[in-house]
């Protein structure tokens, strides 16, 4: 049984890396204006940060069920089955659009799956399952682990300002006003597919601080984790983090990720985020 990956733009896993594990990828777009543009095709998160500097914060749209129904007959030619691993359905319809399709389409059996988060940390899972569609797992057996991985993904980030994902809808005004008003840097993650606060810290330095903590207690096993750190636009900070965590952890398996546009847009620039998985055990 061949087993196409698919996942969209959040997961933010670079083109090449894609192209080389067979991952198909829907976009989703944020809109300046009249202006739409689909991230990692028309628009780059650099570019993207550059724009917001000198326009109004762009809103952000998920793909049209039309392009899903799109790829997945195309895929339908040549694979028997889809996995379609998508960005929490707590924050954006993606997932729901994944299954409407999936239902529409006739020829090729399609497993949509809730991240309940995004970002790379969605794109471990996107990484698993390629890997494992490569070595011709059945679609039931990368579900399977999926769900074992879900028992161990965590991921916390922190933003600089949060009236973004206040404007955004993503964080009740409340939350966002008790913010701004002591000058809080929140440590925000994902808890029943929503955005929410986890500790409030009070400088940036002591939030990555806590983090890292939050790390350790998990990788003081010595068992074997995949990470990734997160920047919105801060690669030079994101790579001294690294170049730290990489000293304190040798279990530990570090990559630099990006909040792109879509995220980036509720998140802000400066933000920084940390997530990781234990590996399957050989």
């Known amino acids: 049984m061949k087993t196409a990956v698919v996942t969209d733009s959040t997961a933010y896993i670079p083109k090449e890396l894609r192209e080389k594990l067979d991952i198909y990828m829907i976009p989703l777009s944020v809109i300046f ?8 095709i028309d628009i780059s998160a650099s570019d993207f940060y550059e724009e917001v500097k000198h326009k109004e914060l762009p809103t952000t749209s998920q793909p049209p069920v039309g392009q899903f129904v799109e790829l997945f007959e195309k895929l339908s030619k040549e694979y028997d089955a889809v996995i379609s691993i998508h960005l929490s359905s707590g924050i954006s319809g993606t997932f729901q659009g994944a299954v409407t399709a999936g239902g529409m389409v006739k020829g090729i059996e399609v497993y949509p ?7 790379m940390v969605q794109g471990f899972y996107v990484l698993e399952s390629a890997e ?24 916390y980030f922190m933003v600089d300002d949060l009236s973004h994902l206040q ?37 940036r330095k002591k939030a990555m601080k806590r983090i890292v903590e939050l790390l350790e207690e ?4 010595g068992e074997p984790y995949r990470a990734a750190i997160i920047h919105a636009n801060r690669e030079e900070e994101a790579n001294e983090w690294k170049a730290e965590l990489e000293a304190q952890f040798s279990n530990v398996e ?4 990006y909040f792109g546009p879509v995220i980036g847009t509720h998140l ?15």
């Not at 204006?33 to 990692?40: D, F, I, L």
């Not at 802000?268 to 050989?282: I, N, P, T, Y």
């Open 268 to 282: 802000g620039e400066g933000s920084m985020g940390l997530g990781w998985v234990k590996k399957k055990a050989d």
């Open 167 to 203: 404007r955004g809808g993503r964080l009740s005004s409340a939350q966002a006003l008790i913010g701004s008003l002591l000058q809080v840097k929140p440590l925000l993650h994902f808890e029943q597919k929503v955005i929410v606060p986890f500790e409030k810290i009070r400088t």
């Open 132 to 155: 494992m569609a490569a070595t011709g797992k059945s679609p039931q057996e990368i579900i399977n682990r999926l769900d074992e991985m879900k028992q161990s993904i965590r991921a």
């Open 218 to 221: 998990d990788a003081k096993s």
């Open 33 to 40: 204006g009249n202006e739409t543009y689909q991230e990692e």
């Open 254 to 257: 570090f990559m630099i990720s």
């Open 113 to 119: 799956f809730d991240s309940e988060i995004s970002c």
